[in-house]
């Protein structure tokens, strides 16, 4: 059963400062992996999406990292505004042959950028 | 990729009383799915609903408790049954993109508190 971890929990930075969030899973047969942003109380934003053959994938100020083989995630957020802060979640997609329509998400990191 | 409408955003509702959130998807999709979460936690899938046949329930869900409806493949409703304040979360609906190019979209959420 794939189990998703995200470290870590929650994080408080100061505006500009550059971060790192980590999510790892359990089993590495995945299709893709994707990044979600979510603010309290809402719905998922789809950040980016990394497919298995690929070692990363960029969108203005994030960069997403996927190491399959050792079953990590990493999610860099340069020059951190007020405006990030969010809960962000990674979630994996199985392979077509491990039950490839379902997603398990991560425990999430929640972000505070401060003034 | 797919844009979803979810209503209601949020309710109160009391014990023992039902409610049925709709969405509605811009464009025809296979499957559809119902997560839930719970306050501080990550997304649980409840259930994947497929036009035409019953929906397929994750182990710890079943149908009386969370029936679904799934007229067309634009359209899902998850009704929350006999409710009771165990049952105040945020629910969610999700369809997948195609396999290579886009992730999941979700719904902005339906956000549940049982009195």
């Known amino acids: 059963k794939q189990e998703v971890t995200q470290i870590p929990a929650a994080l408080s930075v100061p505006e500009g400062e550059n971060l790192v969030l980590n999510c790892s899973f359990t089993?590495?047969?995945?299709?893709?992996l994707q990044w979600f942003r979510q603010d309290p109380g809402k719905g998922l934003t789809s950040l980016l999406l990394i497919q298995s053959s690929q070692r990363e994938q960029t969108s203005g100020r994030l960069n997403a990292s996927l190491d399959k083989s050792s079953g990590r995630s990493t999610l860099y957020i340069a020059a951190s505004q007020p405006g990030d802060s969010a809960t962000y979640l990674c979630a994996v997609r199985q392979t077509l042959t491990g039950g490839g329509n379902k997603l398990t998400f991560g425990t999430g990191t929640q972000l505070k950028v401060e003034l | 990729s797919a844009v979803i409408s979810q209503k209601p955003s949020r309710d109160i509702c009391q014990r023992g009383t039902s409610l049925t959130i709709q969405c509605q998807v811009d464009s025809q999709v296979t499957m559809m799915f119902w997560y839930r979460q719970q306050p501080g936690q990550s997304l649980t899938l409840i259930a994947t609903?497929?036009?035409?046949?019953?929906?397929?329930?994750e182990s710890g869900f079943v149908i009386d408790k969370f029936p679904i409806s799934r007229p067309n493949l634009t359209f899902s409703t998850l009704t929350v049954s006999n409710m009771s304040p165990e049952d105040s979360s945020i629910y969610l609906c999700s369809v997948p993109g195609t396999w290579d190019t886009y992730g999941y979209t979700f719904g902005s959420g339906t956000r549940l508190t049982v009195v």
């Open positions: 609903a497929n036009q035409g046949s019953e929906a397929t329930y």
């Open positions: 089993d590495s047969a995945i299709y893709n």
